[in-house]
């Protein structure tokens, strides 16, 4: 199946690293050109000449999300250098963490906020686009009770209504806006590899309730990202697409 992504340009924030990183990998295979932004400016280096070395424009830059001035002018630029924007991937997030006050405003202004600011700032490029897709990375975390009650995962359900609420708003623009809730995802340098390390007891638990024994990984987050960004899913908005390798047990209508 073509999905139609040649020649389609992205921004995806959050992009050196897992689910981030297999997205720009994969868009770029696909020929899209990408923007991408993350706070190591090494890594965000490589990543760029990475994606370049594939033969589709890349550029990236050393922005924290969370700094919403530097951001929204980091967005602005990035549509510009690359002549619009067709497709957005909100991807950072603040990840989980026991919580304080503190966690909560972290949550808000980086999964939440960011995720706003990123589709307010890129909407006019979207619209322009005629086939315009936002992409949301949300997390199982917000429709099932996970660990404890964490801002991470109210803060990642708020992302799955701000989505569907979206999605009616600009619909008539031919813009699409959907979420997606990954299941625990596992690779090098990431949370799971992390919390193997650091509560082994919580890692294995957490793998037995994958019905075939393993987490999932960011290249099949990839995919589905993939298609919901591209024209293939031209009938898909307003959706939150669950791909978690049956780790959740609730069944949704
Ligand atoms: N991993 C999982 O099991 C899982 C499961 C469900 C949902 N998710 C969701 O999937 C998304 C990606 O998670 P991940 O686990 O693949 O990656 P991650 O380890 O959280 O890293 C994500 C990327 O974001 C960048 N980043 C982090 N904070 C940033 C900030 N404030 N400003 C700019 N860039 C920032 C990182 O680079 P720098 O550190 O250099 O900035 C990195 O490139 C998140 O929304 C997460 O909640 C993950």
Not at 122 to 134: A, D, F, I, P, T
Not at 140 to 164: D, H, R
């Amino acid at each position: 199946m073509d999905l139609g992504l040649r020649g389609k340009k992205a921004i995806v924030t959050g992009a050196t690293r897992g689910i981030g990183r297999a997205i720009v990998d994969l868009l770029a295979a696909e020929g899209v050109d990408v923007g991408l932004c993350a706070r190591n400016e090494d890594e965000v280096n490589d990543t760029t000449a990475a994606l370049k070395a594939r033969g589709v424009n890349a550029v990236g830059a050393c922005v924290n999300v969370r700094d919403g001035d530097g951001y929204k002018a980091w967005l602005e630029k990035t549509a510009t250098d690359l002549g619009g924007c067709d497709i957005f991937v909100a991807n950072v997030s603040a990840g989980g963490g026991m919580d304080s006050e503190k966690n909560w405003w972290k949550n808000f202004e980086i999964d939440v906020l960011h995720t706003v600011r990123g589709c307010e700032a890129l909407m006019e490029h979207l619209k322009k686009s005629g086939q315009g897709s936002v992409v949301i990375i949300s997390s199982t975390n917000a429709i099932e009770t996970f660990a404890a009650p964490m801002a991470y995962n109210a803060m990642k359900a708020a992302l799955i209504t701000y989505s569907k609420q979206l999605s009616q708003f600009v619909g008539k623009f031919n813009v699409r806006v959907n979420s997606i809730c990954p299941g625990p995802i596992y690779f090098e340098g990431g949370a799971w590899e992390m919390i193997k390390g650091t509560n082994q007891k919580f890692h294995d638990a957490t793998l037995r309730a994958m019905p075939n024994g393993r987490f999932g990984t960011p290249d099949e987050v990839a995919r589905v990202v993939a298609f919901l960004a591209s024209p293939a899913s031209s009938l898909v908005t307003g959706a939150n697409v669950v791909a978690d390798n049956g780790f959740t047990k609730g069944v949704r209508f």
